[in-house]
């Protein structure tokens, strides 16, 4: 039930993108601007020039009560992803170093949706009464709702400082933003599998893999009424996986969406 419902918590989102994802195959991106934004330029471990990505979008850009959630939505979507400049040949976007990647963990954990999602997963585990040992009534729900945030906490700091600290990976996903449909939605979902490094290479997504086992393995001192053994492990494990490859693909497909809803979003001008 609690890992499922990390895709309760998020449905809205990707339902409300996926009209958006299938006719991005349809769309035609906007011409840029005749003055591309201009870019920090630093200089990556290896000597090769990079560039500093688009900063995410202010709340206040977004106008009208609905555009305020979806943004909030978006902020935290965002924060993990990377365009490309294309108007720049040669140049990659830099990527973050240690203590980035620290801010990265303790921004995406303070994160208003970071927040709600914790205690939506707890109102779950408390009406199905998962953890029965918690109890019922306030006092279960807040320990609920601790233990969930402990979860989400810890995996964060796996899979956004930790590991990517120790095998000197990017822990964002650079989106590909042109190309079929095809090619994007699989560029999107090889994430999972292929990470970028530091100096812009690429290498197997070690990030992912421990990050979720060692999550899944923690998450096992915060609910004692999670289902023992390997098997329930691997299946815990593999809707983390499949969850993050979701919004791999939503995070690909945002400015497509972002449009369609008169929306801002970042690199507007690469576009």
């Keep these: 039930m609690r890992y499922c419902s990390r895709l309760l918590a998020a449905a809205p989102l990707l339902l409300l993108?996926?009209?958006v994802v299938v006719s991005a195959q349809e769309a035609q991106p906007a011409p840029p601007d005749a003055d591309p934004p201009a870019m920090e330029q630093r200089v990556t471990t290896s000597g090769t020039p990079c560039v500093q990505p688009a900063s995410l979008v202010g709340l206040a850009d977004y106008n009208g009560?609905?555009?305020?959630v979806a943004g909030t939505f978006a902020r935290k979507l965002e924060r993990k992803a990377v365009h490309?400049?294309?108007?720049?040949p040669g140049l990659v976007v830099?990527?973050?170093e240690t203590g980035a990647k620290f801010m990265?963990?303790?921004r995406d954990s303070a994160d208003?949706?970071?927040?709600?999602?914790?205690g939506f997963n707890a109102g779950l585990d408390q009406a199905s009464n998962t953890d029965p040992s918690f109890g019922q009534g306030g006092l279960g729900y807040t320990k609920r709702l601790g233990a969930n945030f402990a979860g989400q906490t810890a995996s964060r700091f796996f899979g956004d400082f930790l590991y990517p600290t120790i095998f000197s990976q990017d822990p964002r996903y650079y989106r590909m933003g042109h190309g079929s449909k095809k090619a994007r939605l699989l560029h999107a979902m090889s994430h999972t599998v292929v990470a970028r490094r530091d100096n812009g290479g690429t290498m197997f997504n070690f990030t992912e893999w421990l990050g979720t086992s060692s999550s899944v393995a923690l998450n096992n001192l915060y609910h004692p009424g999670n289902q023992p053994g390997v098997a329930a492990a691997a299946q815990n494990g593999a809707i983390n996986v499949v969850t993050?490859?979701?919004f791999d693909v939503l995070r690909e497909f945002w400015p497509e969406v972002a449009r369609k809803l008169n929306l801002p979003f970042r690199g507007v001008r690469e576009e």
């Design 244 to 246: 993050d490859m979701g």
């Design 65 to 68: 009560p609905f555009a305020k």
């Design 112 to 118: 208003p949706i970071s927040v709600f999602s914790a």
């Design 84 to 88: 490309p400049p294309r108007y720049k």
């Design 17 to 19: 993108s996926a009209p």
């Design 104 to 106: 990265l963990f303790l």
């Design 94 to 96: 830099c990527s973050l």
